[in-house]
C-alpha cells in the first residue's frame, strides 16, 4: 500500500497570484521563496512525492539528469566512481589510474596504464605564451582567476578545440590533465617571483606536482596521502562546477569553455574555495584552547564555518574520514598534535550546535598545510584532481546532449504599462 504523503500540489503568492492545480485537501503554510513570502496550499496525495522537489526547484532534493559517472548513497555515507567504492580506489589505485577510469570509463590494465602514463607525460608541456601571459598577470590575483585565465588562453592554441567529437574530447580531457599542474604549479611560483619550473615525463602525477612545486618528490608519506587526496576530489555527482560545465556544453559549446566555466565555479568558498577557507579558519583560531569559544561566537554572529556540511551527505562525508586517516598519520610524523586537537573540538562544537559534520575540505585542507603546500594553491589542486571528474561529465553531456535549460516561476509584479520618463515617480 502507497504511504500517504504532503504533496504541494497549488502556491499562492503574496499577491494571490495562482499557478498550480486544484487541490482536494488542503492545508496552509508560510513559505518563504527568496525575499518574498508566499503561500502554499498542501494536499495529501496517494502518490508517493517529495515536496520539496516542487519548493526548491534546482537548489536542492532535484534530480537534474541522469549520470553513469559516480554514484552518491548519501543514506548509506557511500560514493563510488564507475561502480568501484573510494575506499577500494584509495586503498588500490595510483589516482593516474583512477583519471584514466574516469576518462575512459573502466580501470586500465598494466599497458593501457603504461601508454597513458607516456602520453600523459608527453603532453605536460604548454605553449610558451600561456606562460608568457602568466607573467603579465597581476601577481596578487587569486590563483584560481589566474589559472582560469591560462586554461581560457590555452584553448586558443589547441587546433582541435572545435571539433566536438568525444573522441577528440578524450584527447583533449588527457591533455588537460597532464597540462594543469603545469600551469597551476608555474602560475604560483610567477606569482612569487620565481621562474617557471619545468615538469618531468618520466614521473607520475602527483610526484611531478611535488616536483615542480618543491625541486623535490615528496616522502613515501606525503606522497601517498596527496594521492587519496586527488582520488577523492576528484568526482562527484552533478556538484556545482560539473554542472556549470555541462550547462555551457550543453549549448554545443567547446570543452574547453566547459572547463573554464568550471573553474569559475568551483573557487567559490561554498564549493572548492572551502579547503583554503578551512585552513584561514584553523589558523585565526590559532590554539585548541581558543577553538570553542570561537565557534560558539562565529556561529552566534552567523557566521558559516567552512568545510562543514554538505548538500547532500546529512550523516557525514566518507571522503572526510578517509582524509582524517591521514591527517593523524602526517601530525603524528611532524609532531604538530595541535592541529589535530583543535579540528576534533571544531568538530565537537559543530555537531553539539548545528548536528554538522566536517566535509571533504575539512581535513584536506589542514592536510595539504602539513605538506608545506602554500595555501593558495589548495583549490587549484582540487581542480587539478576535478578535470577529470568536469571531463568525463562534459564527455557524458556530448554523447548524448539537449540543452540544459530549466524554467522560472515569475513571481515578480504582475504586468504593468510602461509610463513616460516625465511620469514615473
Ligand atoms: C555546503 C553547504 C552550502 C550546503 O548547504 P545546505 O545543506 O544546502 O544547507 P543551507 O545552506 O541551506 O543551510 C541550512 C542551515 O544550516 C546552516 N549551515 C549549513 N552549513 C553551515 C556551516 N558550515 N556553518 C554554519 N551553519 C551552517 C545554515 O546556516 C542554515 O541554517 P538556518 O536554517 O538556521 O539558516 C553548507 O553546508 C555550507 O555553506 N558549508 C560551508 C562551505 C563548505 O564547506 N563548502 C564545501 C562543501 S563540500
Request: glycine share 6%; aromatic share 10%; with cysteine.
Amino acid at each position: 500500500m502507497v504511504q500517504k504523503q504532503l504533496r504541494p500540489v497549488a502556491l499562492y503568492l503574496a499577491s494571490s497570484q495562482r499557478f498550480s492545480a486544484p487541490t482536494r485537501r488542503r492545508k496552509e503554510k508560510d513559505f518563504l521563496f527568496g525575499k518574498k513570502k508566499i503561500f502554499i496550499k498542501q494536499e495529501f496525495s496517494e502518490e508517493p512525492f517529495h515536496a520539496k522537489r516542487i519548493l526548491q526547484p534546482w537548489t536542492r532534493g532535484h534530480v537534474a539528469g541522469l549520470t553513469a559517472i559516480s554514484k552518491i548513497d548519501a543514506e548509506r555515507n557511500r560514493l563510488s566512481y564507475r561502480g568501484y567504492d573510494i575506499h577500494d580506489l584509495v586503498d588500490h589505485c595510483s589516482f593516474d589510474e583512477v583519471a584514466y577510469l574516469l576518462i575512459y570509463g573502466d580501470l586500465p590494465n598494466q599497458s593501457q596504464l603504461d601508454a597513458f602514463c607516456k602520453t600523459v607525460g608527453a603532453h605536460r608541456g604548454v605553449p610558451s605564451e600561456v606562460i608568457s601571459l602568466l607573467r603579465t598577470l597581476p601577481p596578487a590575483a587569486s590563483q584560481m582567476d589566474r589559472v582560469k585565465a591560462a586554461v581560457a588562453a590555452l584553448a586558443l592554441f589547441d587546433p582541435q578545440r572545435e571539433e566536438r567529437t568525444a573522441e577528440t574530447y578524450r584527447a583533449v580531457a588527457v591533455r588537460l590533465y597532464a597540462q594543469l599542474p603545469t600551469i597551476i604549479v608555474n602560475s604560483y611560483r610567477l606569482s612569487q617571483g620565481q621562474e617557471p619550473a619545468t615538469p618531468r615525463a618520466d614521473l607520475n602525477h602527483n610526484a611531478n606536482f611535488f616536483w615542480m612545486l618543491t625541486g623535490h618528490e615528496p616522502s613515501d608519506l606525503i606522497g601517498r596521502a596527496f594521492n587519496v587526496s586527488q582520488i577523492l576530489y576528484a568526482e562527484h555527482g552533478y556538484n556545482a562546477s560539473t554542472f556549470a560545465a555541462r550547462v555551457t556544453v550543453s549549448t554545443l559549446s567547446d570543452i574547453y569553455s566547459g572547463v573554464v566555466s568550471a573553474i569559475g565555479t568551483l573557487k567559490g568558498p561554498l564549493h572548492g574555495g572551502a579547503n583554503e577557507a578551512s585552513m584561514q579558519m584553523l589558523l585565526e583560531i590559532g590554539s585548541p584552547e581558543r577553538a570553542a569559544e570561537w565557534v560558539r561566537e562565529a556561529l552566534a554572529r552567523k557566521q558559516r564555518i567552512m568545510g562543514f556540511g554538505h548538500r547532500e551527505y546529512k550523516h557525514g562525508d566518507e571522503r572526510a574520514r578517509i582524509a582524517k586517516q591521514y591527517v593523524i598519520e602526517l601530525v603524528n610524523s611532524k609532531g604538530a598534535t595541535h592541529w589535530l586537537e583543535m579540528a576534533d573540538i571544531i568538530e565537537r562544537e559543530m555537531m553539539q550546535a548545528k548536528g554538522l559534520y566536517p566535509n571533504v575540505d575539512f581535513p584536506i585542507g589542514l592536510l595539504y598545510y602539513l605538506m608545506d603546500i602554500p595555501i593558495p594553491l589548495y583549490t587549484p589542486i582540487f581542480m587539478m584532481s576535478r578535470i577529470t571528474g568536469w571531463c568525463a561529465h562534459i564527455i557524458e553531456q556530448l554523447e548524448n546532449n539537449r540543452l540544459i535549460r530549466p524554467e522560472s516561476e515569475y513571481i515578480g509584479p504582475s504586468e504593468r504599462p510602461v509610463l513616460p520618463l516625465s511620469q514615473r515617480p
